[in-house]
């Protein structure tokens, strides 16, 4: 059971650990991720469901660090060109 809501675990996390453990950590939960994914490609078993998990665990921790005042637009812009290269 969760007693406290997910922004504030990020945030009590951040206080805990600091904004340069937290970068750390999500390079190398990015990391494992990609270890995860190369072992796919070759077949081999994996937990990449689990390696997403942390990986958007560390992700919303960098938005907390870095906020978020241009994601939302970044990641419009970013799907209209994705679109339009479906389109064309």
Known sequence: MIRMDTKEIYKKTIE?????????????????????????????SCSIQEEIVDV?????????IFGTEYIDIFRKSKLQRLEAMLDG
């Not at 805990?16 to 796919?40: H, P, R």
């Not at 958007?56 to 907390?64: P, V």
């Open 16 to 44: 805990k650990w600091g904004k340069t453990a937290q970068v750390l950590m999500a390079i190398e939960e990015m990391s494992e991720l990609t270890k995860e994914l190369l072992k796919d490609l070759r077949g081999k």
């Open 56 to 64: 958007e665990i560390m992700l919303e921790q960098l938005k907390e």
